[in-house]
């Protein structure tokens, strides 16, 4: 297994294994990985010859005030772990590769991310986009994988391999649940035993939603409304977003109806979680 963290000496490695017709398997991370990121590095192993994972914490996809400074990374613990799961490469470029002192030039996608978390964290899918598309450039993978956790950011990257013409095939796979059902994420790192059991009632608001659609309930905001008392229950909560719109453009519903995805974002005790559910409805 290569570590690199330099952008040219990267290019010049895959380079090497274009010209040997290889398929490359690209997994975007930031790192402190978990089974939901081991999930997307099993598929591209299965499903390319040579697999890249990158480790970068993007500074511009965090807001002012945001947990960019304590974003838990152990490069050494992720090492092993992709050691052990056979990856070819390991990216960890560098900040002065990324964002070199004069840079100004960002990728912004401007419809899918007016709601859910694009609206509530400003500038986040921009610094999303951004980065990227700088990996993508780097890596010129053929295949690359990502979470439904983060279902609005799936559906954003799939609108930029589309918009800006690349030739990859993008992958969304299950999100990976713990055994209470908690959605795996690396912030869950954050949460001590009480916040860890509080969180499970963000699943419970998921199901209960669900659940009252299978009924047939078709007003959202008769939905939102008891997924939110659900919520409010815990003491440490606040809630950032709990929607259902559309769940191919995201727009906003009249009635409950087609494909439609139900989302949330919820602070446990200042502690940012998000989880989805996306269903068909006749
Ligand atoms: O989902 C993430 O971990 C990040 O948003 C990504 C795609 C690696 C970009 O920094």
Request: glycine content about 6%.
């Amino acid at each position: 297994m290569i570590i690199t963290n330099n952008v040219k000496k990267t290019k010049r490695i895959l380079n090497v294994q274009k010209l040997d017709n290889k398929v490359i398997g690209f997994v975007p991370t930031m790192g402190l990985l978990h089974e939901g990121h081991l999930s997307l590095v099993r598929q591209a192993k299965a499903k390319s010859d040579f697999v890249v994972i990158s480790i970068f914490v993007n500074p511009i996809q965090f807001g002012r005030g945001e947990d960019y400074g304590s974003y838990p990374r152990d490069i050494k613990a992720d090492s092993k772990l992709l050691m052990e799961e056979g990856v070819d490469l390991i990216f960890c470029p560098n900040q002065k590769d990324m964002y070199p002192s004069d840079f100004s030039v960002f990728v912004d996608e401007t419809e899918l991310s007016q709601s859910l978390c694009g609206k509530s964290r400003p500038g986040h899918f921009r610094g999303v986009c951004t980065v990227l598309v700088k990996l993508f450039n780097v890596i010129v993978p053929d295949k690359v994988y990502f979470g439904q956790k983060d279902y609005q950011q799936a559906l954003i990257v799939k609108r930029l391999i589309n918009n800006l013409n690349y030739d990859i095939k993008m992958y969304v796979l299950p999100t990976i649940r713990e055994n209470d059902k908690l959605a795996m994420s690396t912030r869950n790192n954050y949460l001590n035993d009480n916040e860890r059991k509080d969180s499970r009632c963000i699943y419970e608001a998921l199901s209960l939603g669900k659940e009252l659609i299978k009924q047939g309930e078709t007003r959202v905001f008769v939905v939102v409304d008891k997924m939110k008392n659900v919520i409010m229950k815990k003491r440490s909560t606040k809630i950032a977003y709990i929607e259902i719109l559309d769940a191919v453009n995201l727009k906003s519903l009249k009635k409950i109806k087609g494909k439609i995805l139900i989302a949330l974002a919820v602070y446990i005790n200042g502690t940012r979680l998000i989880d989805n559910i996306a269903i068909s409805v006749k």
